[in-house]
């Protein structure tokens, strides 16, 4: 299994109120609309992530697990891998239930949009903290 970590913060602006999207920004602001952001002022966007995870993760075998965690209080999503992801984006990571591809996809077919994270942890990134993602990746290509 192969992780990196990224380290952001909440705003007061985030709702997390989108059902088929979670995004991660290095934006330090947060808009209305932006309602499948759950953390922004990240350090890390697709394009900065270790370069092993990347490659692990463009392959359709691969399952991703992220855990998303706000002092005490954490939430998990898992979502896979695909061979046609780009991890180019210098500015965000998106997790995408559905299998669309841009340039900031981390993962397509999720377990969750940002509606279905715990809204304690919603309700403790809405008041500025600080907010800890880990990503891992598990790659299954040769054992299944």
């Known amino acids: 299994m192969i992780c ?3 380290i952001a913060r909440g705003h007061n602006m985030i709702t997390a109120r989108h059902k088929n999207t ?7 602001y947060v808009t209305e609309r932006g309602t ?7 350090d890390k966007a697709a394009s900065d992530l270790r370069g092993e995870l990347r490659e692990v993760i463009k392959d359709d075998l691969t399952v991703i697990i992220v855990k998303i965690r706000c002092r005490d209080i954490s939430d998990i999503v898992l979502c896979r ?3 046609n992801l780009k991890l180019s984006n210098n ?3 998106i997790i995408r239930r559905s299998r669309y591809i841009d340039d900031a996809t981390l993962c397509i077919e999720s377990n969750k949009g940002a509606a ?4 304690r942890l919603i309700n403790m990134i ?9 990503i891992c990746a598990l790659p299954l290509r040769g054992i299944i």
């Open 22 to 28: 979670l995004e991660i920004t290095k934006d330090e």
């Open 81 to 83: 891998g695909s061979s």
């Open 126 to 134: 809405c008041m500025g903290e600080t907010v800890e993602i880990v």
């Open 36 to 42: 499948c952001i759950i953390a922004c002022s990240s």
């Open 91 to 93: 500015r965000k990571i």
């Open 116 to 119: 279905d994270l715990d809204r």
């Open 4 to 6: 990196d970590k990224i």
